[in-house]
């Protein structure tokens, strides 16, 4: 074995990459990426202890969400930057210690190595690697535990950088992303503490999706019904994927006026229906489809990409030269765009100038999608919603959010959205809906039958949809809402979106195309005892379920 990993959907055979990536990792970006989540946890279980002790450590705070998304699936697989967040994070434990002796805390005996161990050269660190990671935990329940919280610490790193670029911060949840990685080193916790964890880390996931929220709307506006052109222009262009809406408005500032249009990619469509983007002339629409169709797309599309996040899958050599990565993805071999310094905006003139040399995008299709249905949106609708589900136009929404992936498995999603009835609404987030969002569903009463919200993140919006349908309804309890629930993940911010609907008290959620890897089965059994999570079956046999 020369690496373990699973923390995705699509590990090899369901259970572990052992000997690369199903992602395109080698055993040493894999192995390079468990040793920095080894000193980040390091650097928690330091920054914990000023935490008690109310002292707060910003430097602490940036490195720790910076480097659990730089190991988020499909984020990054350059080295030399794994390398030197590691080198990074030595720096900031010795800072960390600085600070605590400077405001006399006291260290307890037996630190956790990882507080501790350190080394000065790539040879030794590419040696130890290999020491650390995943199944140094012998215990299953245990491990399964951990890594779930893990990857939910993943999930909400993410949306804390994305906030935390436009300005936004949550106190709270920082600090408890250094209490939940400081539990992961604790050899003491049992299973029970461990599961209380886990639900508590879905509390702080709603937190940091409501900050996110909060952050991209008083920044760009509320999304607002949009009709998304999908064909192209006869311009040079950029293509811009990823979850990043700041790197968004600076690519669409630099290049306004330039002769270079802008579309976006996967996650990125729903820049698309923020009011402050839609202004610009030279933004064209979307571009292609789920993340893992861009070995055929990139290609055709002609001009160069940027990635401000995952989902990279590794780059033909055709057009890798056209790559450009941001913020927490990389890949080696591909031009970084460095980070803003000093409040200064990124430097985009590199992918700008490429651009002006590239052909203009190979129409692959025309038309055009229908999205922007985020809470703001969707509440201005509610008299409307409310009458068709009381005349029983509307009979059940069916929240289909989450990721998609390259797994056969997963036509179900097309076939369960076409085989819905008629009287059926799906309510979308993330890169799940590329799986039936370009299918003539049509509409009841001019409401679309799929109501896409936005990114992943934007799941915290279908809450605040469901809650406020609770609210006009006057139930008591979320699941006596007509919502049924069948999510698709992929990757870690799939797990933080579980994790958060389950804290709000959402039960029987069907998880597909396959239940993770990492949950033992003692934690499905706590998963399904507790909140009647289940896998999924057939289209048919599911249809006949979630609308009993
Ligand atoms: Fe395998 Fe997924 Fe880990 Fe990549 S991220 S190595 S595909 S489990
Ligand atoms: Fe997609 Fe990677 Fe999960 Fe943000 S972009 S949802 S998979």
């Known amino acids: 074995m020369s690496m373990f990993c699973f923390q995705c959907q699509e590990t090899a055979k369901g259970s572990g990459c052992t000997i690369a990536g199903v992602c395109g990792k080698t055993p040493d970006v894999s192995n390079l990426q468990d040793l920095l989540i080894h000193v980040t946890k390091g650097v928690s279980v330091l920054a914990n202890l000023g935490r008690k002790e109310n002292l707060i450590i910003a430097k602490a705070d940036k490195y720790v969400f910076e480097s659990l998304f730089t190991t988020i699936t499909n984020a990054n697989f350059d080295q030399t930057k794994i ?23 006291a260290l307890p005996e037996n630190l956790p190595e990882s507080t501790g161990w350190k080394a000065n050269d790539d040879e030794t660190l590419l040696v130890y690697s290999e020491l650390v990671g995943v199944l140094q935990e012998s215990n299953e329940d245990i491990r399964s535990l951990k890594e779930l919280l893990t990857y939910g610490l993943k999930g909400m790193a993410a949306y804390a950088e994305h906030a935390y670029n436009l300005g936004y911060k949550n106190d709270e949840v920082y600090a408890f992303m250094h209490r939940g990685l400081a539990a992961t080193e ?15 880390c879905g509390k702080f996931g709603v937190d940091v999706m409501a900050l996110l929220d909060q952050a991209n709307t008083e920044s760009y506006g509320n999304p607002e019904i949009t ?56 933004f064209v629409g979307n571009y292609g489809n789920a993340w893992w169709q861009q070995k055929k797309e990139f290609e055709s599309f002609n001009g160069p990409v940027l990635f401000t996040t995952n989902c990279i899958v590794p780059p033909k050599s055709s057009y890798m030269d056209r790559i450009y990565t941001t913020g927490s993805s990389g890949f080696e071999g591909c031009e970084h765009i460095t980070d803003r310094e000093h409040g200064q905006p990124k430097d985009f003139s590199a992918i700008i100038e490429h651009a002006k040399r590239c ?21 201005a609708l509610t008299d409307k919603i409310v009458d068709a589900v009381k005349t029983g136009a509307i009979r059940k929404f069916l929240v289909m959010a989450g990721c998609d992936g390259r797994m056969k498995g997963r036509d179900y999603y097309t076939e369960f959205a076409k085989k819905l009835p ?7 987030a993330g890169c799940a809906k590329y799986r039936y969002n370009k299918l003539p569903l049509g509409d009841i009463n001019g409401i679309p039958r799929v109501l896409d919200a936005g990114q992943c993140n934007d799941s915290y919006s279908l809450v605040v949809i469901a809650l406020k349908l609770k609210e006009v309804f006057e139930l008591n309890d979320i699941n006596e809402l007509p919502i049924a629930y069948n999510i698709a993940w992929y990757e870690q911010k799939a797990v933080i979106v579980l994790l958060a609907l389950l804290a709000l008290g959402v039960k029987n959620i069907h998880l597909g195309p396959t239940l993770p890897a990492f949950l033992s089965p003692n934690v499905v059994n706590v998963l399904v005892e507790n909140f009647g999570i289940s896998g999924i079956g057939t289209v048919d046999e599911d249809i006949e379920k979630m609308l009993a």
Not at 186 to 200: G, I, M, N, P, Y
Not at 228 to 253: Q, Y
């Open 227 to 282: 009709h998304v052109n999908i064909g192209v222009r006869n311009n040079p262009a950029i293509l811009i994927s990823g979850h990043d809406l700041k790197d968004m408005e600076e690519l669409l500032k630099q290049t306004d006026g330039s002769g270079v249009d802008v579309y976006t990619h996967s996650e990125m469509l729903p820049a698309n229906y923020y009011p402050a983007f839609k202004k610009y002339e030279h």
């Open 83 to 105: 390398l030197s967040k590691i080198y990074e994070g030595f720096e900031i434990r010795d800072f960390v210690r600085k600070e605590l002796a400077a405001n006399s805390i």
């Open 186 to 200: 604790d050899k003491t916790l049992s299973v029970d503490e461990l599961v209380a964890l886990v639900l508590e």
């Open 359 to 379: 052909a203009s995008p190979t129409e692959i299709e025309t038309g055009e999608i229908v999205g922007g249905f985020a809470h703001n949106q969707v509440i």
């Open 422 to 428: 008629k009287d059926t609404v799906i309510l979308t």
